[in-house]
């Protein structure tokens, strides 16, 4: 008998052991990434009892460096797993910021921490004189994008999109513009305007203040203005104090109490912004 029949027919049965073994590799490695895609999932999907897409892990603040911590990821397949988040941080529509982490070597039935630090950009906002009017008086939102790549190692790829957001709050909390006692000489008469504000957020500027007066009822002549600086700390609270001098002989006029009509300037890395006010002087 001869063996050429013998070893095609042993190559074939060797073929189809092949066949057979890589057709339950990929079927083991699908559901095993199925599994794995399902829990990565539930690890980025966002968590909140007033449906609004926040956040489910901790977010700190440390100056200009947002920390976050809290994710855990899980390897729940019988393969290695290659791990690794990348993302974008928008505030009021301008990206602040992007970040990338080590691929991790994730190993079956282990689960790896991993923490994120992102160096913000709050200037690339500020910059921006709509976004810089939004942030300084109204609660604004801060995005994050978040590209989950995964590799079952050596055999699939996993990818997974997600989205959260955390509002941060506006930057002049309670600002309030309130004239002080005036003082007076035979020439002109000064009128402190205190300004003062406090700011609940992480977000930090220096610039300037400019008030000026538009209108007063009865007073046509040239109308004072005053320009201060405008610095602003991350969580606290601020105040300056903006002198306006008018003539001796138009304050005599004024009608008490008398209402001053003004425009608030706010400047910063570039930007302004200009919101109308009133103060009354006694």
């Avoid at 997600?162 to 509002?167: D, E, L």
Wanted: net charge negative; proline share 8%.
């Amino acid at each position: 008998m001869s063996e050429a029949p013998l070893i095609s027919k042993a190559l074939r049965l060797v073929s189809l052991a092949l066949i057979i073994g890589t057709v339950a590799l990929v079927a083991t490695a699908g559901y095993s990434g199925y599994q794995e895609f399902g829990a990565l999932a539930g690890t980025f999907s966002s968590s909140s009892s007033q449906g609004n897409n926040s956040s489910p892990f901790s977010e700190q603040f440390i100056g200009n460096t947002l920390v976050i911590s809290g994710i855990n990821i899980p390897n729940n397949m019988s393969f290695p797993l290659d791990f690794q988040l990348s993302g974008i941080v928008g505030l009021a529509g301008v990206n602040i910021g992007n970040f990338a982490t080590p691929v991790e070597h994730i190993m079956p039935g282990q689960t790896q921490p991993i923490s994120i630090s992102v160096a913000l950009d709050f200037a690339n906002a500020l910059s921006n004189a709509t976004a810089l009017s939004l942030l300084l008086f109204n609660s604004s939102t801060m995005t994050f994008q978040t590209k989950v790549s995964a590799d079952m190692v050596p055999l699939v790829g996993l990818n997974l999109s997600s989205s959260s957001n955390t509002q941060i709050p506006s930057i002049l909390g309670n600002f309030n513009l309130s004239p002080g006692s005036t003082s007076c000489n035979s020439q002109n008469c000064s009128v402190p305007i205190g300004i003062s504000w406090n700011n609940p957020s992480p977000i930090a500027l220096n610039g300037a203040l400019k008030v000026a007066v538009t209108q007063i009822p009865g007073v046509s002549g040239p109308l004072p203005n005053a320009t201060v600086p405008f610095n602003v700390i991350a969580n606290g609270p601020g105040n300056e104090t903006a002198s306006l001098v008018f003539p001796t002989s138009e304050i005599a006029s004024f009608s008490h109490p008398q209402q001053v009509d003004l425009d608030v300037t706010f400047s910063a890395f570039g930007a302004n912004v200009t919101v109308p006010e009133s103060v009354t002087i006694p």
